[in-house]
């Protein structure tokens, strides 16, 4: 899609830049940090660093450049983080358009693209017009010959620190990921979610920021998730820190009931087994206060509520709530569930 867009986009222009020179051999350049220099019939050299440096100058801080991706007509001519290219062959008494992309990631760690263009014109009057908001003329003089490109200069060594999973919890079909001691140099961290018992990868997932959501995920077992920060080199390639430590959890069940199980004075609740818990802690409250009371952990998967807060209940009267958080044992430790699932009752 992006690139027919931009087919479409560079079709437009042309039309209104063949319109606006109305058939004078000559070349226009717009004041866009963009400049043509060494032009002939057959050649030119085009330099976009005053766009980089211009882009560069409005970027927010934290924001950074990754390179550029320069188009003549819909050739890519060059790619990377160089700023000029010589064009050594090239048709003569035409009009060439030169569109140059500058990609760059801002301070939340997604990637944008900053788009400018250009024209010129080569034939037997052949320059750069220097009217306008121009760069000035250029006598046209034979093709430079073209200087090897230098070898990429070796990457500088970067050592990302390795980040902590804090948080993981899971319930009414939502994994809820969160991220600390993440490095400054990274622009995003890579999720995996495991089976405890299998070992099999279930879910990954990449975020721009220290947290994230895992939607649709509805297992009933104990998890593990690990998670490792993504930076650049000093060649803009990705480099990447160890693994974290594996943080367990254990999802939440959701809490089930029907009419035929409420009665005036019980109200008797039902939820599915977790594979590898040990027990289950069940809280209750009336629906409308603060603080939820611990009622029973049991390893059953019902419970039938009578009393609350040593009160007979009246579900005649008042609403009630429940909550059910799945125990787990992992390496001698207990891990609990979150508690995101709660049932709620009506009166008659």
Not at 42 to 48: E, H, L
Not at 196 to 213: E, I, L, N
């Amino acid at each position: 899609m992006r690139q027919g867009k931009r087919n479409l986009t560079m079709l437009l222009l042309m039309l209104l830049c063949v319109f606006c020179v109305k058939g004078n051999a000559s070349a226009y350049i717009m004041d866009d940090g963009i400049t043509v220099t060494n032009l002939t019939y057959t050649s030119a050299t085009i330099d976009w660093s005053g766009v980089g440096s211009y882009v560069a100058n409005t970027l927010s801080p934290g924001a950074r450049i990754t390179g550029y991706d320069v188009y003549l007509g819909e050739t890519l001519v060059s790619t990377g983080s160089g700023t000029s290219v010589h064009l050594p062959s090239i048709a003569s008494g035409t009009m060439h358009f030169i569109f140059v992309y500058v990609n760059y990631v801002d301070i939340y760690g997604y990637s944008e693209q900053y788009y400018t263009f250009d024209y010129f014109e080569t034939g037997d009057n052949a320059n750069i017009n220097d009217g306008g908001q121009d760069n000035g003329t250029v006598t046209p003089s034979p093709a430079p010959t073209p200087t090897p490109t230098p070898s990429p200069t070796p990457s500088a060594t970067v050592s990302l620190t390795t980040p902590t999973v804090s948080k993981a919890e899971l319930g009414d079909g939502t994994l809820a990921l969160l991220a600390s001691n993440v490095d400054s140099n990274a622009y995003k961290i890579e999720w995996q979610v495991y089976d405890k018992k299998t070992g099999k990868c279930v879910a990954t997932d990449d975020s721009y920021s220290t947290d994230t959501y895992i939607y649709s995920f509805n297992g009933r077992k104990v998890y593990y998730a690990i998670c490792r920060v993504v930076g650049y080199d000093s060649n803009y390639n990705d480099v990447y820190s160890s693994w974290s430590a594996k943080k367990y959890f254990v999802s939440q069940p959701k809490v089930t009931s029907t009419k035929k199980h409420i009665k005036k004075n019980s109200i008797t609740i039902k939820w599915k087994k977790v594979t590898g818990a040990k027990n289950y802690t069940v809280y209750a409250k009336k629906k409308n206060a603060k603080k939820w009371v611990k009622i029973k952990t049991t390893s059953k998967t019902s419970y039938k509520l009578t009393k609350l807060k040593g009160k007979r209940i009246n579900t005649y009267a008042t609403d009630y709530a429940f909550r059910v958080v799945t125990n787990a044992k992992v390496g001698g430790k207990t891990i609990k569930s979150g508690t995101y699932e709660s049932y709620y009752t009506y009166t008659y």
